[in-house]
């Protein structure tokens, strides 16, 4: 199967901009499935950073553009009745990443586009597991790393992370859980 898709968003205070993914799905049995996708996106600045109000400074930051983003996914999928679990890499550009800079007197800070470029990779994955008809588990586990293309790594970059889930179906319409 071949997906894609165009968005257009059109702003006021920003440039008009076109957004595209295509993802290509092959499940060459009932069990195992294939995705590959690439796809385009931005971010706009929040109302905190687009309209930082410095007041008493006679100082007036210019406002951020939005962040850029390009995908690329690969990603495998078990599908086997009460197991399920996937596997995905990907790779991700940011440019024009937001973050705050000093004022030029140094008193406080505004929000500015960087001119470098990162790159964040990783892979995720996910297990579902199905004990009983009402007990059901979820493991996950991922790795992301990032670089610059000017060196060092990207801010506020976690490496691992994980996580458990145990979820029971109390009732038809309740669940109790234990997350971790």
């Given at each position: 199967n071949l997906t894609w898709g165009?968005?257009?968003?059109?702003?006021?205070?920003?440039?008009?901009?076109?957004?595209?993914?295509?993802?290509?799905?092959?499940?060459?049995?009932?069990?195992?499935?294939?995705?590959?996708?690439?796809?385009?996106?931005?971010?706009?600045?929040t109302l905190r950073e687009y309209q930082k109000v410095m007041e008493g400074t006679g100082f007036t930051p210019p406002a951020p553009d939005p962040e850029r983003f390009e995908s690329l996914e690969l990603g495998y999928y078990l599908n086997a009745g009460?197991?399920?679990?996937?596997?995905?890499?990907?790779?991700?550009?940011?440019?024009?990443?937001?973050?705050?800079?000093?004022?030029?007197?140094?008193?406080?800070?505004?929000?500015?586009?960087?001119?470098?470029?990162?790159?964040?990779?990783?892979?995720?994955?996910?297990?579902?597991?199905?004990?009983t008809d009402r007990l059901a588990t979820r493991v996950t586990a991922g790795y992301v790393d990032s670089n610059s293309e000017m060196g060092g790594s990207h801010p506020y970059t976690a490496q691992w992370t994980g996580s458990l889930v145990t979820t029971y179906q109390v009732t038809p319409r309740h669940e109790v859980g234990l997350a971790l």
């Amino acid at each position: 199967n071949l997906t894609w898709g165009l968005r257009y968003d059109e702003f006021e205070q920003f440039d008009d901009h076109m957004n595209y993914r295509v993802a290509l799905n092959y499940a060459h049995s009932p069990l195992h499935s294939w995705k590959l996708m690439y796809g385009t996106a931005i971010r706009t600045p929040t109302l905190r950073e687009y309209q930082k109000v410095m007041e008493g400074t006679g100082f007036t930051p210019p406002a951020p553009d939005p962040e850029r983003f390009e995908s690329l996914e690969l990603g495998y999928y078990l599908n086997a009745g009460r197991y399920r679990a996937s596997l995905t890499a990907y790779s991700n550009r940011l440019a024009k990443f937001i973050y705050e800079w000093p004022t030029p007197d140094g008193l406080d800070e505004y929000f500015v586009n960087g001119a470098d470029r990162y790159r964040l990779y990783g892979i995720d994955a996910l297990m579902d597991v199905w004990l009983t008809d009402r007990l059901a588990t979820r493991v996950t586990a991922g790795y992301v790393d990032s670089n610059s293309e000017m060196g060092g790594s990207h801010p506020y970059t976690a490496q691992w992370t994980g996580s458990l889930v145990t979820t029971y179906q109390v009732t038809p319409r309740h669940e109790v859980g234990l997350a971790l």
